[in-house]
């Protein structure tokens, strides 16, 4: 297991333009997480998923954010029309959900740039 | 609505002595807090957790204390090193989301 894959690690975009990135999960784990942290900051709860369904999402996703994980595996995060607020290291975690602390497992990120 | 605060957001300490992070936190349905540790271009990793029922877990190097009276925990890593270095965040959870403090980036000076 390679623990949590996120692409691409790094994305320049242009105000207005959609981006998405994808994360894949670790393999038996049945929670996924996607958090946005920006300079300064610590990370920032976007949504998350249980197995397909997408339980939580923040008040920080607005309607440009959609997020999906059509079976169960690995997300996609997809900011339509990008401001230049947007620009942010989108990190991805997962879980396996069970007694105890709900220890994340998080990717190394994707950052944006918006121009 | 901060509910989990990390104060300090630097910390220099000298390589074998000790290094303690400190956190506090406003939401008393937390059950679980976390201890995370980041090194640029890395996303954060686990370093050690507490049940709310608990007031002292040990692991290694890696001590994290809880008050819970005063709504606060502290990190206590014994002796630093230089790859402590990093940047360390305090994460809570009560049946929902972690959520992370600021971070506090941990200086160890040889």
């Known amino acids: 297991d390679t623990g949590v894959s996120q692409d691409p690690r790094h994305k320049i975009t242009k105000r207005g333009q959609n981006v998405t990135f994808r994360c894949d999960p670790i393999?038996?784990?049945?929670?996924l997480y996607w958090y946005r942290q920006t300079l300064g900051q610590g990370p920032e709860f976007l949504t998350y998923?249980?197995?397909?369904?997408?339980?939580?999402k923040s008040r920080l996703l607005s309607d440009r954010f959609s997020a999906e994980r059509p079976k169960g595996s690995f997300s996609t995060l997809e900011i339509q029309r990008t401001e230049q607020g947007d620009s942010a290291m989108y990190l991805c975690a997962s879980s396996l959900r069970n007694s105890g602390a709900n220890v994340l497992t998080f990717g190394a990120g994707s950052r944006l740039t918006v121009l | 609505d901060q509910q989990v605060k990390q104060n300090s957001p630097s910390l220099s300490v000298q390589e074998g002595r000790i290094s303690i992070l400190n956190c506090d936190y406003t939401?008393?349905?937390?059950?679980?807090f976390l201890w995370y540790k980041k090194y640029p271009a890395e996303g954060p990793t686990f370093l050690i957790s507490?049940?709310?029922?608990?007031d002292k877990n040990e692991d290694g190097r890696f001590t994290v204390f809880l008050n819970k009276s005063a709504k606060h925990l502290s990190l206590h890593i014994v002796p630093s090193q230089p790859g402590d270095s990093a940047v360390y965040f305090c994460a809570a959870s009560a049946l929902t989301p972690l959520v992370f403090g600021k971070g506090t980036r941990l200086s160890v000076i040889a």
């Open positions: 998923f249980q197995n397909e369904a997408q339980l939580e």
């Open positions: 393999s038996e784990h049945n929670r």
């Open positions: 507490i049940s709310s029922i608990k």
């Open positions: 939401n008393s349905m937390f059950d679980y």
